[in-house]
Nanobody, 126 residues
Framework: VQLQASGGGLVQAGGYLRLSCAASGRTLSAYTVGWFRHAPGKEREFVAVFPPVTWSGGSTRYADSVKGRFTLSRDNAKNTVYLQMNSLKPEDTAVYYC?????????????????WGQGTLVTVSS
């Protein structure tokens, strides 16, 4: 499966954006799909993860820093996962990546994901 992230941009604090992770080649709903972000001078960090639709071993997970503000959703017909980001803060500024994992589980470590899309830049101004 190949992934393409889009939807980034410049937004004021308190605003919102919706990122998309579109897949080609395979059905994305069969994969664990995660979002990560990488801010300058920081390590790549976990944002949210979606388990495969057929897996009952866990549910959507969010980083504490985005819980209540960010929401994952999927459109299986479009083979796309979305990350709705509300109440954005300057500290949310980063390059956001979507990633997929071919094995079961909903890990939060970036190294647990073996398929990555290119990043999309989100800039939140104060």
């Amino acid at each position: 499966v190949q992934l393409q992230a889009s939807g980034g941009g410049l937004v004021q604090a308190g605003g919102y954006l919706r990122l998309s992770c579109a897949a080609s080649g395979r059905t994305l709903s069969a994969y664990t799909v995660g979002w990560f972000r990488h801010a300058p001078g920081k390590e790549r960090e976990f944002v949210a993860v979606f388990p495969p639709v057929t897996w009952s071993g866990g549910s959507t997970r969010y980083a504490d820093s985005v819980k209540g503000r960010f929401t994952l959703s999927r459109d299986n017909a479009k083979n796309t996962v979305y990350l709705q980001m509300n109440s954005l803060k300057p500290e949310d500024t980063a390059v956001y990546y979507c990633a997929a994992r071919t094995y079961i589980g909903i890990p939060i470590a970036p190294e647990s994901y073996d398929i990555w899309g290119q990043g999309t830049l989100v800039t939140v101004s104060s």
